[in-house]
């Protein structure tokens, strides 16, 4: 310790040189918070083109990561039924669709997004296909012929509209995917959708979303209401409303604590000084972020107002010491005695940095990717923070002259100082009121605890009069929302290459190496070299010959007799790999079909979409459209027949048409159920919606296809898969990290300070103060109505983190005065009365306007629009709040009324009032 005491003073002994270390090195971190590439001489430089600049990422799988279970089934869901990309949509609204005009001006919309780099896979009315039987053979048609140019043939006629009316309509897959289910009072739906994938490159792209939305309004009609929607939307929305709401209150917030600063020591040196060090505390620590190329999400913001607000909790307790101590400081001696002063509050700042550091790190356990970063650089930002306060702030205070006091009188004798001492006479005098009053309140806040709800909705993120609240009703009304949830069901879980087995593999694969190696498709690949293999060894000819890799049958191997294309085979090639073909079985398909209307049947599920839509389309027309014939064929030949005749596109020629690719498997084994999600009423859908429309899927599943299952039907493996699902998983985490990060914050800090006090109970009292900021914490939430989100789940690592400072200092002064005073065991009331009142006395001061700074600075963030900001912000200051009047009342009058758990062992004695000398020196 007196090796590091040295080191840490060293700072008052070289004081330029300690200030030109601390600048160049801010110099050198310069390039992490903008990247080599913004620096002209340094842009060309190959290896560092890509170090440094801060990137955000608000993506759901920027929060989970690569958790192991759920990562690989959603990663097998998109290998399996293609890369489930981002998508956008775009709704054209017009008093009539069934125009020229309005189709038209769709494909002047459509053309320009599909011609946007970075956009792919556009569908709308121009190009969308429906299926028709010809012979028996069942084909796709455009909607909207083309000419050999390629350009759409837009109905102009009345009749031609008319025609293309009936046939959008009699498709039950069009409603909510290429048109509005609102419609006017003529009875025309209101508006046309057309959707579009993203690249992965441009995913989560502010600036793309800005240039979809410029292409837009380029082509702007007065005619029609266009409106732009979709996953990527609302997170650009976030990405800028946390950005921006923070941009515009920063200067706010640091002058909001400069005055803080001023009120309490009313000079330069203690507002320039401490707000500089806690700025260059922050920018290292978003330095270190965007060197170690982590993406930031929202939540990060929060680091600056944190890391200035709560820099200041040790750069008040520094300068609280040196003015106390600036009496003693001459010319000569100046060095020296800030030396001493800095040792003096040495072993303070030091603890109250570790216990903050422990209480902040506590996020590093929780699974979500974004907190548990959070949780690292909240606590290197600390520990830059400290860093300052020991090394630069004395550096500078060195280079001053020495405080003068003002009309001869000492620091302690401001009005502030003569109004907290009245606090602290109160605080010991009516211990027993203090003490029964805050048991009050904390009960009332307990009851509060029960009514906190995690079930969040997106739309929980903004304000009432923001567009994404308007966009998130339009398309839940038109399209049934944006949201998905998706069943998977596998009908051979005993296949080799099954989902379960599959799943199972990659999880054991991905723990012992970190790596998911081997894909879906690689599998399959490797099956059907085998059998490729097999083939050639029976057939008598030359090693030379090459297997055409387009001559593949999808349902198993014809023993190396010419193959015709894969759905014009015969039916009795099913027959001849019985692993393959299991989702083809009629009284499966039935009960999958009952699935979705009893999904349909729940509040918040919009439409349902599977192979069932297209088998029912298939003998609808089959049977020269007869509505009888609208439903899933009675056998599986049926079945059978149909998928073979159909004779769709495969643009990326991995055996299965385009069209069935999001819905069933190449093996034809599993199938995928698309529910899209909506608001439920005029309510917006929950996690916790989904989370019950989940549960009751499941049990339907395992009551009709598992419980009731017939001897001729197949077997079943079955999980449930898309965003809704993600979006619930993290919030299952966030409940599950709270816990943990508060028993573990709380028991750690225990620890701590009952090693440093050599006191369990001292170590057990310390978290008082913090068991009661948590608690009302809570409990305001719960009143209020406050959701527990990523945001809102920091603030009980906040308020232990933050919190413990105030406990530590108050804790460390009273065994000081505790030894001042040389309590021994069997000392009177009046002693602890007098001891505790002096610990209140050099305490309380720095700890009301640290708390202040943190209060008043976080309140300012509290005028943001962006919903989780502005509720966080509010209850940093209000646990700040609590935290303070805990540490400097109720604390105090536990240890008065249960003296032993501090004090030397006690005597009983009676004596009477108390008598005290308001802030004695000592």
């Known amino acids: 310790m007196r090796r590091f005491d040295k080191i840490i003073m060293s700072s008052t002994k070289r004081p330029v040189t300690t200030v030109i270390i601390i600048l160049v090195v801010s110099l050198l971190f310069v390039p992490g918070l903008i990247g080599f590439k913004s620096i002209p001489f340094l842009q060309n430089i190959e290896i560092l083109k890509n170090v440094g600049g801060l990137v955000q990422d608000n993506s759901n799988k920027g929060y989970l990561g690569d958790l192991s279970k759920f990562n690989v089934e959603s990663e097998y869901v998109d290998e399996v039924f293609g890369r489930n990309r981002s998508t956008l949509f775009v709704s054209v609204e017009g008093d009539n669709i069934y125009s020229y005009d309005a189709l038209h001006y769709v494909y002047t919309l459509h053309k320009a997004l599909e011609n946007i780099e970075g956009v792919e896979d556009c569908l709308s009315i121009i190009n969308v296909e429906d299926v028709t039987g010809v012979d028996d053979e069942i084909k796709s048609y455009s909607l909207i012929a083309e000419d050999p140019d390629g350009s759409p043939l837009i109905p102009s006629t009345e009749e031609d509209l008319a025609s293309l009316r009936r046939e959008v309509e009699s498709n039950e897959m069009f409603e909510t995917n290429i048109y509005s289910k609102v419609r006017n009072a003529g009875g025309i739906p209101i508006a046309w959708n057309i959707s579009f994938a993203i690249e992965e490159t441009q995913t989560r792209s502010t600036d793309f979303i800005n240039h979809i939305e410029k292409v837009i309004t380029r082509y702007k009609d007065p005619r029609y209401k266009v409106y732009l929607f979709g996953g990527d939307v609302l997170s650009r929305e976030v990405d800028n409303s946390g950005l921006k709401d923070l941009a515009q209150q920063m200067p706010l917030i640091i002058l909001v604590i400069c005055f803080i600063y001023f009120l309490n020591f ?24 965007g060197y170690a190329g982590i993406k930031l999400a929202f939540i990060h913001l929060l680091l ?61 356990i929780n699974r979500l990717v974004h907190l548990k970063t959070f949780g690292i650089f909240a606590s290197i930002g600390v520990l830059f923070s400290v860093i300052m306060a020991l090394t630069f702030i004395p550096a500078l205070l060195t280079l001053m002259k020495s405080p003068k006091q003002k009309n001869g009188k000492k620091f302690t004798e401001s009005i502030f100082d003569k109004l907290i001492d009245k606090l602290n006479l109160m605080t010991v005098r009516h211990k027993y009121i203090i003490f029964f009053v805050v048991l ?19 739309t929980d993120y903004f304000a009432k009069e923001h567009k994404i609240r308007f966009l998130t009703n339009y398309f839940s009304e038109n399209f049934d929302g944006v949201e998905t949830m998706s069943i998977i069901i596998d009908t051979n879980p005993a296949y080799e290459y099954s989902a379960k087995n599959e799943i199972e593999r990659k999880i054991k694969e991905s723990k012992k190496t970190d790596k998911i190696i081997t894909t879906y498709e690689e599998n399959m690949k490797a099956e059907q070299d085998a059998r490729d293999a097999s083939s050639e060894a029976n057939v008598s000819g030359s090693s030379d010959a090459q297997s055409d890799p387009f001559e593949t049958d999808l349902f198993g191997d014809t ?70 014939y609208d439903v899933i064929p009675d056998t599986d030949q049926e079945i059978i027949s149909y998928t073979e005749s159909f004779g769709g596109s495969d643009d990326n020629f991995d055996g299965l048409p385009d069209t069935f690719e999001n819905m069933i498997d190449p093996a034809m084994n599993i199938v995928k159920i698309t529910l899209k999600l909506k608001n439920i009423g005029t309510r917006d859908i929950t996690t916790g919606d989904e989370q019950r429309i989940r549960t009751k899927l499941d049990n339907y599943i395992v009551d009709n296809f598992i419980s009731e299952k017939d001897s001729d039907e197949p077997d079943i493996y079955y999980f449930f898969s898309g965003g809704s699902i993600t979006f619930m998983t993290i919030q299952n985490y966030i409940v599950y990290g709270q816990i943990i990060s508060i028993i573990f914050s709380l028991i750690a800090i225990a620890i701590i300070t ?41 603030i009980a690592s906040f308020a232990i983190g933050i919190g413990i400072d105030d406990t530590i200092h108050f804790l460390l002064n009273l065994r000081k005065q505790i030894k001042h005073h040389k309590v021994k065991p069997g000392a009177t009331p009046e002693i602890y009365t007098r001891v505790v009142y002096q610990a209140l006395h050099h305490t309380s001061k720095a700890i009301i306007f640290t708390s202040l700074a943190l209060i008043f600075g976080f309140m300012v963030i509290g005028f943001s629009s962006f919903l989780p900001i502005k509720y966080f912000s509010l209850l940093v200051a209000l646990t700040m709040v609590n935290a303070t009047w805990a540490t400097l009342m109720f604390l105090p009058a536990v240890i008065l009324i249960f003296p032993a758990l501090v004090f030397p062992g006690r005597k009983k004695s009676h004596a009477g009032k108390v008598h005290l000398v308001p802030h004695t020196e000592s």
């Open 754 to 794: 009952s090693i440093l006090f050599k006191s369990v109970k001292t170590g057990c009292i310390s978290i008082i103060p913090l068991g009661v900021a948590v608690i009302m914490n809570f409990g305001v939430m719960g009143i209020f109505g406050i959701k527990l989100d990523i945001a809102t789940s920091l």
């Open 559 to 628: 023993g190396g007799a010419d193959m015709e294309d894969i759905f014009s085979t015969d039916i009795d090639d099913f027959k001849v790999n019985p692993e393959t073909g299991k989702a083809l079985n009629a009284k499966f398909l039935k009960k999958v079909e009952s699935l979705m209307a009893y999904a349909e049947s729940l509040d918040g599920v919009g439409k349902a979409y599977s192979f069932i839509n297209l088998q029912k389309r298939f003998n609808f027309i089959m049977h020269n459209d007869d509505p009888a």
């Open 440 to 458: 009050a309140i904390v009960g009332m806040g307990i009851i509060g605890t029960f009514f906190v709800s995690n079930e969040i909705a997106n």
């Open 266 to 289: 009313r000079s330069f040196r203690g507002v320039v000084f401490p707000i500089v060090g806690n700025i260059l505390a922050a920018l290292w620590t978003y330095s270190i972020i």
């Open 304 to 364: 600056m107002p944190l890391l200035i607000a709560l820099g200041s909790s040790y750069a008040i307790h520094l300068l609280n010491q040196y003015y106390r101590e600036a009496h003693n400081y001459t010319k000569e001696n100046k060095n020296t005695k800030i030396g001493l002063t800095i040792k003096h509050i040495l072993k303070t700042i030091i603890l109250a940095g570790l216990t903050t550091m422990i209480g902040l790190s506590s996020n590093i």
